[in-house]
């Protein structure tokens, strides 16, 4: 059992919980994520490491409440329990040695773009950073990605907050921007972001990287649900990824496989949501 010693509401629908799972803050490093279960009978889902700290034995997430199974993890208090917290997974991230990285994050992608950004910036990179969510109240992270970039743009789809727009908006000038080289970009957010971003950057040539979440159960590499293309290739993003060259990745049939269980997660809130109302069995 893994004991959440913190937990913060970072807005309407974003928690932040530190866990105490000292074997993985052992291991976890930038770019990795864990797999959780609330509970015995619950089903596992993948967040990342937001943070970790191996002197307090304790691993951040930071999720946003988006269906059944990070709605039940939102209602959970300080003193609760996981049953499982599995990890790290995933190759960690690969850090340029010097230069200036991009870093866009959107919406539910703030929280995984965070630990990246600020591995970059403690290796000594000049990192601008980009974030954007659909309106200001979603808009999470900005003190701390501000605190571990060199740059912060915000934006907002309504405008409450920041440029009136998308990121790929805050990107073009940076890209058109032939005095100031760019050596990585990174995006992560949600998939028709990170395929917008990529085509944008396509034709300048220059190295662009998204860290993908296809649906994942196992996350060990066996079995297969989190299979995407990648530059003609079958790569399992739990154990080859999550982060790949966004100029190779098949974005269409990722985009297929990732609404495949589309009816079944609204059953699965509706019923959830009702059970709470009635105060019953979760
Ligand atoms: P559901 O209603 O069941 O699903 C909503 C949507 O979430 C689905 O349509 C699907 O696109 C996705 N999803 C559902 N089940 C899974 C699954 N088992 N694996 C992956 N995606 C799923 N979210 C965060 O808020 N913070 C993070 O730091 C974060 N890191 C991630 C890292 C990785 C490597 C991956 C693959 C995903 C990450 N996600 C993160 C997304 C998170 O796993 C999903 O939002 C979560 O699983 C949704 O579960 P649900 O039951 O609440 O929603
Ligand atoms: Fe099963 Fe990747 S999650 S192979
Ligand atoms: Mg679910």
Redesign the pocket.
């Known amino acids: 059992m893994f004991k959440i010693v913190t937990k913060r509401v970072l807005s309407a629908v974003?928690k932040l919980m530190e866990i105490e799972a000292p074997l993985v803050a052992r291991k976890a490093r930038p770019g990795q994520?864990i797999i959780l279960r609330v509970r015995e009978n619950g089903?596992?889902?993948?967040?990342?490491v937001?943070d970790s700290s191996k002197e307090r034995g304790t691993i951040t997430?930071?999720?946003?409440?988006?269906?059944?199974?990070?709605?039940e993890l939102g209602s959970l208090q300080e003193g609760d329990y996981l049953s499982d917290f599995v990890g790290p997974l995933?190759r960690p991230m690969e850090l340029p040695s010097s230069g200036r990285v991009v870093a866009v994050g959107g919406g539910?992608g703030i929280?995984?773009i965070y630990p990246k950004v600020k591995a970059f910036y403690d290796a000594g990179l000049e990192v601008i950073s980009i974030i954007g969510a659909r309106t200001a109240d979603l808009l999470i992270l900005e003190d701390e990605m501000r605190a571990v970039s060199s740059e912060l743009h915000i934006c907002t789809d309504d405008g409450t907050k920041g440029h009136h727009g998308f990121v790929s908006d805050l990107l073009q000038p940076l890209l058109d921007d032939t005095s100031k080289k760019i050596d990585e970009i990174i995006a992560v957010g949600p998939l028709p972001m990170m395929r917008v971003v990529a085509e944008q950057t396509r034709p300048y040539g220059v190295k662009t990287l998204v860290?993908?979440?296809?649906?994942?159960?196992d996350g060990t590499g066996m079995c297969g649900c989190?299979r995407v293309t990648v530059g003609g290739e079958t790569k399992f993003?739990?154990v080859d990824g999550?982060v790949f060259d966004a100029h190779q990745v098949d974005f269409a049939e990722l985009t297929r496989r990732?609404?495949t269980?589309?009816d079944k997660?609204?059953i699965?809130?509706e019923k959830f949501e009702h059970e709470c109302r009635c105060g019953g069995e979760k």
């Open positions: 974003n994520f089903e596992r889902i993948p967040l990342t937001a997430i930071i999720f946003q409440e988006i269906g059944k199974t990070t709605k995933g539910v929280a995984p860290s993908l979440n296809p649906i994942m159960v989190c993003s739990c999550p990732s609404r269980y589309l997660e609204k699965a809130l």
